[in-house]
């Protein structure tokens, strides 16, 4: 078997580390975006909608980036460690003004997680309405 650089490339792909660094790639270009252009959007936020779009437009395959999202979301709870340690060393966070920060981290998030989840299904459903359309 000839072992060619487009097999090679192939191969890196597939690996869960280089799937990582390919999002924070995205991360990255997607933060220099927002500062160079003070676009009023978090970069993640672009980052996730340039991904959304590329998938979507078929520019890049999910197996691209699959396991690499897995790993990174399997560990997400290792991400938490430092934040807790932050907290336990300054006694003001364990007090009302701590009340108030747990409040808006668990609003935010539940938002964050309902627009994801709009997200998703309109994007499903456009999916299998746009499948369904060309089979028939």
């Known amino acids: 078997m000839i072992i ?13 580390l280089f799937q990582v660094g390919l999002v924070c790639l995205f991360w990255l270009a997607s933060d220099l975006v927002v500062k160079v252009t003070k676009l009023p959007v978090p970069a993640g936020i672009l980052g996730l909608g340039v991904v959304l779009l590329l998938l979507m437009t078929k520019c890049m395959r999910l197996d691209s980036i699959k396991r690499g999202t897995e790993l ?8 938490f460690v430092p934040a807790v340690l ?6 003001e966070f364990l007090s009302v003004l701590g009340l108030k920060i747990l409040l808006v981290i668990v609003l935010s998030t539940l ?16 999916r299998t309405a746009h499948v369904q359309s060309s089979a028939g």
Not at 11 to 16: F, Y
Not at 72 to 79: I, W
Not at 121 to 126: A, I, L, S, T
């Open 111 to 126: 938002l964050v997680m309902l627009v994801t989840a709009v997200v998703v299904d309109c994007c499903y459903r456009w």
């Open 72 to 79: 990174l979301l399997g560990d997400m709870l290792l991400f």
């Open 4 to 16: 060619t650089a487009e097999y090679m490339a192939l191969k890196c792909v597939k690996k869960p």
């Open 86 to 91: 932050a907290v336990l060393e300054h006694q």
